[in-house]
């Protein structure tokens, strides 16, 4: 029957197969172990994780709901809620970048509308490897594909996200998808199976072979064959989740049902098993009802099948018929399947015959928790140690090569693949530090955005946790929005490996204290283990999703300078930290050193100023000094301004002058005002124990920066804006 | 004056065009159900933007088979109005309402930005607010929007007067460069030989509202309801 080798396919240990057959007094069939070995997968039961991230503050006064749902929700006022998850998938996205990346979409926009939102915005951060090699471009152009293909289908803007390159990522890219919905505060949905006797309904595509094992594929190391399973990834239809979507909200919005769940990974088992333990129901489903798309499925497969755009219902008993109807409008299947019945457990019957009998709680709750062994790796000590740098001698043709490094490159061409305008929310801000989407019939917006510099969290996974948080809260500041709740996404090696537990739980550590003093709530979101391809991991990749809030959507304010003759004013102070910078990783060719240090404290009155001066109306632009450091982000500026203003700066400070460039010191952003407001914010800043330095005006059409008096860069506007816009599209060409 | 905005299976941005006539334009605006036979009496048909049935097998052409556009083409034929945007612009080209076809964008890519429009006829109930070779500025976001008709069509098409916007640059002077999906003779736009029936791949919906970056779509909507006051509708 069941043994040592069945047991190995299914990823779990014998110490977890023997603690099965004790919770359930038996062995399991292997329908029954299949089951077990999704829902206790690293994927489903985060057993290596959630020790660590039990440190994640996840309470506010705002919080409806806090991780353990679909999504978390927040309260936004005016009787309304976001609901908001970001969710990896990675491993698919790199068998087949196409249909990885499009049903990732697909997956975490079924977690925003189980819960009764309706979808308003995506947005991605991605991982690829260097674009000198034909993998990586065929890579990324499939993944930007794939995310076009499904978000722009089914009409939701993919507003935004990041995109780094790293040779890490070069046999295992990351996808990471964001969504975001809105919903009337009193209309949320959960995942319950409660009243006894209530109908269980399938709805949706029918069910197929495909993504058997897609949890499990998810949470083991990948070898050279990995592309052979290809047949693990599933394949997306958007067409067929827009109808899902439409009559899902439309059968909430008629108060037709008690409960509904997505069927993601692990497809029918973790909808079944979950919403039962949730609600201590049992429930009774019988196979034979399942609309199938293949012939001679057995159990195992309908039970593993992760077959896209299904959901499972719970109805109230005497609506069903209204349900259907609604469905039938929409062309779908719904199927009653099964019922609630009593007792905690999930019965499912095929041919007549009982083929799964299992208590829910056994499956869902006690799966193993491991607090696994932790040590400091070995390649710290010497990564940390930067060897003396030779200054660069020609400061222009350094400040263009780091322009066109693809991690600081323009990313239109990405971005003009997704469409970002359907729905008419987005507001109008090319390249903003953080898009914002305006909610109809307030005067309220939202700001979003995404993340995570790796080689910080390579090089000092705390301090690199602490900044991903800190850099997008800057993000939103800039935009003029306050942060209301986090969601993270958590791509990490195997677990197994000490050096790898060790930096997840510094990241999370270093999260959960910037967190703490930003006083935002974790309301969810995804750990994304065993990045390792051929034995190599993925640099710590914390990705963080944070919304923000912008109260009076005239407030809302861009990176690109409005004018000319405006003043320049630096808030926050340069310092000499080259460590880590994507200039000593671009121009040195090393990926060493101490990445920048952050004082969190100071982050945050630096932010809260930034908005206060904004929401005073003093100041034009604002964009924050990150990847590239101050030359970068005022070139940023200019670029973005509608007329390519150009800029002269001159910098009192005393280092290194390729520090000062392009070190990348946080707690800074660049503003710019009106002349006869510039005194004002520096007196303000005076008062408020800010560092604001006036440091130069906008104007002309070169981009000319100075140290003391002494030129350290000085090119026309335009040809730099060459560099920047045309290196990825180049890349691309076709030649 | 009422317009109807139809809903198909996969239209995505049926509450966009919804929302602009009806809460900024302050119009009467109802959706029509792909379904049903019944335009609701109806002054103005809009085919919104979308995917129509997935836009599997072809963009636009399962939508043109629906209950609904065997009653809009009849509409249509009498004179009704009938404005489709983006994916209402294929439909309206697989039900043969007006010539020609759409081939993948010429760098086999999706393309969602703002692009340029020059008005070419401003004679029409859709463009009537326009000058003469005004430059418009309005976003575009589509795979399949690289117009495309045979020689001896595009002669008559272009002999009727039937092109109304072309993709220039921001001064209103034609290029490859401006004609950013390889559109045959930068064609954004058509109308048919009568006048009433308008195809464009933009969408004046994206640019309605000065806060998503351009109001220059109104004048499309606001054609469309100047030209029905003055017929008294």
């Known amino acids: 029957m069941i043994d040592?080798?069945?047991?190995?396919?299914?990823?779990?240990?014998?110490?977890?197969?023997?603690?099965i057959v004790e919770l359930i007094g038996r062995e399991p069939n292997i329908t029954e172990l299949g089951i077990f070995s999704l829902m206790w997968s690293e994927h489903c039961s985060y057993k290596s994780s959630i020790v660590h991230l039990r440190q994640l503050p996840v309470k506010g006064k705002n919080v409806i709901q806090g991780p353990g749902e679909n999504a978390g929700i927040i309260d936004i006022g005016d009787g309304l809620a976001v609901v908001f998850k970001i969710e990896s998938h990675n491993h698919p996205s790199f068998i087949e970048p196409y249909q990885g990346a499009a049903t990732g979409v697909g997956g975490i926009l079924r977690d925003i509308f189980t819960m009764g939102a309706r979808p308003i915005v995506l947005q991605d951060s991605l991982r690829f490897g260097p674009l000198s090699t034909s993998k990586n471009k065929s890579i990324m152009e499939g993944v930007v594909s794939g995310i076009s293909g499904y978000g722009n289908s089914i009409g939701i803007p993919t507003v935004?996200?990041?995109?780094?390159?790293?040779?890490?990522?070069?046999?295992?890219?990351?996808?990471?998808?964001?969504?975001?919905?809105?919903?009337?505060?009193?209309?949320i949905f959960y995942a319950k199976a409660e009243g006894t006797g209530n109908p269980v309904l399938y709805v949706g595509a029918k069910t197929g072979r495909d993504g058997i094992h897609g949890a499990t594929m998810a949470s083991a190391e990948f070898g050279e064959d990995s592309e052979h399973k290809r047949p693990n990834v599933q394949v997306g239809d958007p067409f067929m989740e827009k109808l899902l979507l439409e009559a899902c909200l439309e059968v909430m919005a008629n108060e037709l049902i008690v409960g509904i769940q997505d069927m993601g990974a692990a497809g029918l088992t973790c909808s079944t098993t979950e919403m039962a333990a949730k609600s201590g129901t049992s429930l009774d489903i019988n196979l034979d009802l399942v609309p199938q798309r293949e012939e001679g499925m057995t159990p195992y497969e309908m039970m593993l099948s992760e077959s896209q755009e299904r959901m499972l219902i719970v109805a109230k008993k005497d609506r069903v018929e209204e349900v259907k109807q609604i469905f039938s409008k929409w062309d779908l299947d719904a199927v009653v399947i099964g019922h609630v019945g009593e007792g905690g457990r999930l019965k499912v019957s095929f041919g007549g015959k009982t083929v799964v009998d299992l208590p829910v709680d056994a499956i869902v709750n006690l799966c193993p928790v491991y607090e696994r062994e932790s040590k400091v790796p070995s390649y710290l000590e010497s990564a940390k140690q930067l060897e003396p740098l030779p200054l660069p001698e020609d400061y222009n043709q350094t400040f263009f090569k780091l322009l066109s490094s693809p991690t600081l490159a323009e990313k239109e061409w990405v971005r003009r693949q997704y469409d970002h305008m359907v729905r008419v929310n987005t507001v109008f801000h090319p390249g903003a530090d953080a898009p914002v989407i305006r909610i109809k019939n307030t005067k309220k917006a939202l700001a979003l955005t995404l993340d995570g510099n790796s080689l910080y969290t390579y090089l000092d996974p705390k301090t690199g946790g602490k900044i991903a948080v800190a850099e997008a809260c800057r993000n939103l500041a800039c935009a003029g929005a306050r942060p209301v709740g986090v969601t993270n996404c958590l791509n990490f090696g195997n677990p197994e490996k000490p050096e790898i537990m060790w930096q997840f739980k510094e990241t999370i550590q270093g999260i959960a204290q910037a967190c703490r003093i930003f006083d935002i709530p974790v309301t969810g979101g995804n750990v994304s283990f065993y990045n390792d391809t051929e034995g190599v991991s993925i640099y710590p990749t914390p990705v963080l999703g944070v919304v923000g809030l912008v109260e009076d959507i005239s407030e809302v304010t861009g990176p690109g300078f409005k004018d000319e003759e405006e003043i320049l004013i630096l808030l926050g102070e340069n310092k000499e930290e080259l460590g880590a910078s994507e200039y000593v990783k671009t121009i040195h060719q090393k990926q060493k050193g101490i990445p920048p240090q952050i004082d969190l404290k100071q982050e945050k009155r630096i932010q809260e100023f930034c908005l206060e001066i904004i929401s005073s109306g003093l100041v034009e632009s604002a964009h924050d000094v990150s990847e590239g450091g101050l030359a970068c982000c005022l070139a940023e500026s200019s670029f973005l301004s509608s007329k390519n203003i150009g800029l002269k700066v001159d910098l009192q400070d005393e280092m290194r002058s390729d520090a000062l460039l392009f070190g990348e010191t946080q707690s800074r952003i660049v503003i710019t005002s009106k002349h006869q407001n510039h005194q004002k914010i520096l007196n303000l800043a005076k008062d408020r124990q800010i560092k604001a330095t006036a440091i130069g005006k906008t104007g002309g059409d070169r981009i000319i920066i100075d140290q003391n008096g002494q030129k350290l860069l000085d090119v026309p506007v335009d040809d730099a804006l060459k560099a920047w816009r045309e290196a990825i599209p180049d890349i691309f060409a076709i030649k | 004056m009422k317009f109807g905005v139809v809903i198909f299976p996969g239209s995505n941005c049926d509450y966009d065009t919804l929302y602009v006539l009806k809460d900024v334009l302050k119009q009467k605006t109802l959706f029509l159900w792909h379904k049903e036979h019944d335009l609701k009496n109806v002054d103005c048909v809009i085919l919104p933007g979308g995917f129509s049935y997935g836009d599997y097998l072809r963009s636009g052409s399962i939508a043109a088979f629906s209950p609904l556009m065997q009653e809009v083409k009849e509409f249509a034929?009498?004179?009704?109005?009938?404005?489709?945007?983006?994916?209402?612009?294929?439909?309206?080209?697989?039900?043969?309402?007006?010539?020609?076809?759409?081939?993948?964008?010429?760098?086999?890519?999706?393309?969602?930005?703002?692009?340029?429009?020059?008005v070419e006829n401003e004679a029409t109930p859709f463009t009537n607010k326009a000058k003469k070779s005004q430059v418009l500025r309005?976003?575009?976001?589509?795979?399949?929007?690289?117009?495309?008709?045979?020689?001896?069509?595009?002669?008559?098409?272009?002999?009727?007067?039937?092109?109304?916007?072309?993709?220039?640059?921001?001064?209103?002077?034609?290029?490859?460069?401006?004609?950013?999906?390889?559109?045959?003779?930068?064609?954004?736009?058509?109308?048919?030989?009568?006048?009433?029936?308008?195809?464009?791949?933009?969408?004046?919906?994206?640019?309605?509202?000065?806060?998503?970056?351009?109001?220059?779509?109104?004048?499309?909507?606001?054609?469309?309801?100047?030209?029905?006051?003055?017929?008294?509708?």
């Not at chain 2, 006048?195 to 351009?214: C, D, K, Q, T, Y």
């Open chain 1, 4 to 19: 040592r080798k069945i047991i190995e396919e299914h990823n779990l240990t014998l110490d977890e197969y023997e603690k």
């Open chain 1, 160 to 187: 935004g996200g990041d995109v780094y390159f790293n040779d890490c990522y070069s046999l295992n890219p990351l996808v990471n998808v964001f969504a975001l919905g809105i919903v009337e505060k009193e209309k």
């Open chain 2, 77 to 118: 034929l009498k004179g009704g109005l009938v404005l489709g945007i983006c994916n209402g612009f294929q439909v309206l080209l697989e039900l043969g309402l007006l010539p020609g076809a759409m081939l993948r964008n010429k760098n086999l890519k999706f393309l969602c930005q703002f692009v340029h429009l020059r």
């Open chain 2, 138 to 233: 309005i976003p575009i976001a589509h795979y399949d929007g690289n117009f495309f008709s045979p020689p001896d069509k595009i002669h008559e098409i272009k002999k009727n007067n039937q092109v109304v916007f072309r993709y220039s640059d921001a001064k209103g002077q034609l290029s490859e460069d401006a004609n950013v999906n390889g559109s045959l003779e930068s064609i954004a736009g058509l109308r048919n030989k009568e006048g009433n029936v308008m195809g464009m791949m933009p969408h004046p919906e994206r640019a309605s509202e000065v806060l998503l970056g351009s109001e220059d779509g109104r004048i499309i909507f606001d054609s469309i309801i100047h030209w029905l006051g003055n017929r008294g509708g």
